[in-house]
C-alpha cells in the first residue's frame, strides 16, 4: 500500500484514493507496531531529532505550535533504514529479498548473501522518489557528532532489544557513518 501510493499522495495531495490509502496503510502499520514493537531505526531516530540545532523539516515553517528546528519522526527514522536493513539482512535473508521484491526489486537470481544490498538499494530509490533529506548529513550533522548520536541510542533499550542482533556501540558508530548521506 505504502509503496504504490505515498508518492502518489506526496507528488499530489489531491490524490483523495491515494490518501485515504495511506490513512488506511498507516492504521494498519500503528496496530503493527502495537504489537510487535519497532526496533533500531527507531531507537536511532530519537538523537537525530534530539540533537537537531538546525535543520527545518520542509513545510514545517509555519505549522502552529512548531516554532523551532525540527526533523520529523519518520524522516528520522527514514534516514537510517537502509543501512539498519543491510545490517540486519543476514537474520533473515528471506524476508529482506521478499521486502525488496515489493519494492520492486528482481530477485529470481538474487543471492541470500546480498539481501541486505538489494533491499537498501530498492529503499534508497523509494526515499530519493520522497524527497527525503540526503541522510543525517543534511541536517547539518558532522562526523564528529557521531559518537553524540550513538550515545543517544544506546539507553533506547525498548526498541534496540528488539533488532536481531546486538545493536553495540561499535554497530551504531558504522550504521550512523552509513546514513550520513543515502545517495
Not at 505549522?63 to 539498519?84: C, D, E, R, W, Y
Request: hydrophobic share 40%; aromatic share 8%; proline share 6%.
Amino acid at each position: 500500500m505504502c509503496i504504490q501510493n505515498l508518492p502518489k499522495a506526496y507528488k499530489d495531495p489531491s490524490d483523495h484514493i491515494a490518501q485515504e490509502t495511506m490513512i488506511l496503510a498507516a492504521t494498519f502499520a500503528g496496530i503493527g507496531f502495537g504489537n510487535a514493537g519497532v526496533h533500531l531505526c527507531h531507537g536511532m531516530s530519537y538523537p537525530i531529532s534530539g540533537l537537531n540545532k538546525s535543520y527545518l523539516h520542509p513545510g514545517y515553517a509555519n505549522v502552529q505550535g512548531v516554532g523551532k528546528k525540527i526533523v520529523p519522526h519518520g524522516i528520522s527514522v527514514a534516514v537510517t533504514t537502509p543501512a539498519v536493513f543491510e545490517w540486519t539482512a543476514p537474520a533473515c535473508p528471506e524476508r529482506h529479498l521478499e521486502v525488496a521484491e515489493i519494492f520492486g526489486a528482481d530477485i529470481s537470481r538474487a543471492k541470500k548473501e546480498d539481501a541486505g544490498k538489494i533491499l537498501s538499494d530498492k529503499i534508497r530509490e523509494f526515499l530519493h522518489v520522497l524527497d527525503v533529506p540526503n541522510g543525517i548529513s543534511a541536517f547539518g550533522f558532522n562526523k564528529t557528532q557521531i559518537d553524540d548520536l550513538v550515545k543517544g541510542t544506546l539507553p533506547q533499550h525498548r526498541v534496540t532489544k528488539l533488532a536481531p542482533a546486538d545493536a553495540t556501540q561499535e554497530v551504531l558508530h558504522k550504521l550512523f557513518e552509513q546514513s550520513f548521506t543515502l545517495y
